[in-house]
């Protein structure tokens, strides 16, 4: 196996800088598309067979170094009693949202080999073929646990602060009961055989650091803290300028980097922690020249240093040029090849 992403994740010393993309599959792609026309996002996560063939297809095409699971942070939502719809442009939509204690009790024990057998299938698939570690991925407890209070995405989250305030020991029991679940749902991800572990925290950053510290933070430290030893893990979430020595100390052996903070302050402040990240991921779409000098500046915050491994600030976005995430793969290789 081409071992350099997880040589990164340790802090080691790289013949290079290893490179992904969050969502590197996905609506950018012609043949993910082409897909579409036929299946629906829920239909390809239930199918392993569609599952890896579009996990693989960038791995093939861009020759990045690693794989993530194509699934959704909502996958397990119906596992945990709260059915889900995935609406195209919008996200996951959950049918009955969590708007009082009460709502609690709708809850159930998430067992991810009879609620989700169909990830676990795909990631043995995917080991078959792979040459590159597969990252297996989950939500932190926090952003789930807004999706069922909200809904849905959120534009101020008030529904979910809301609920926060109003009722924190609920609050502090669903942020527990979704810890458990997906402390249990990574570590069936990784007996199946992924090899890195990644817990995205996508709207933590709505938060302020004294709410983070009071009602966020220790429900992900009992995740990371569950995942100790299990595999190597990352810890990302987004608009976290903020948030950084607080995610550092929540958990994770990487912190994914967002585009809110210059990579250099964030190695300053988080000092010998590895780190992921963090290209805009709108310069894809800019001319050669521009976006590679903007590649060149995020290596350069590195300062040559070990345990960074290149990827975005946050995912691809739709109709980026395929071309141009191809091109900042190879620029990456050769700029910091040994």
Partial sequence: MNDVLLRALRGEPTPYTPVWFMRQAGRYQAEYRKLREKYTIEAIVQNPELTTYVTLLPVKKLRVDAAI????????????????????????????????????????????????????????????????????????????????????????????????????????????????????????????????????????????????????????????????????????????????????????????????????EARERLGETPVQGNLDPARLFAPEEVLLSGVDRVLEANLGRPGHVFNLGHGILPGTPEENVQRVVEHVHERTQG
């Fill in 69 to 264: 699971l194509f699934a959704d942070l909502s996958t397990p939502f119906s596992g945990l009693g709260f059915p889900t719809k995935l609406v195209e442009r919008k996200g996951p939509v959950v049918e009955d949202p969590i708007r009082t204690p009460e709502d609690l009790k709708r809850l159930r024990a998430f067992s991810p080999e009879e609620d989700t057998p169909y990830v676990l299938k795909a990631i043995r698939m995917l080991k078959a073929e792979l040459e590159v570690p597969l990252i297996g991925f989950a939500g932190a407890p926090f952003t789930l646990g807004s999706y069922l209070i909200e809904g849905g995405p959120s534009k101020n989250f008030v529904e979910t602060k809301r609920f926060m305030y109003h009722y924190p020991k609920a609050f502090e029991a669903l942020l527990s009961h979704l810890a458990r679940a997906m402390a249990a749902y990574l570590k069936a991800q990784a007996e199946a055989g992924a090899d890195v572990l990644m817990v995205f925290d996508s709207w933590v950053g709505r938060l302020t650091r004294e709410d983070y510290a009071e009602y966020a933070m220790r429900p992900t430290a009992a995740l990371f803290q569950a995942l100790a030893g299990v595999r190597p893990t990352i810890h990302f979430g987004t608009g976290t300028n903020h948030l950084l020595e607080l995610m550092k100390e929540a958990g994770g052996d990487a912190i994914g980097v967002d585009t809110t903070t210059p990579l250099d």
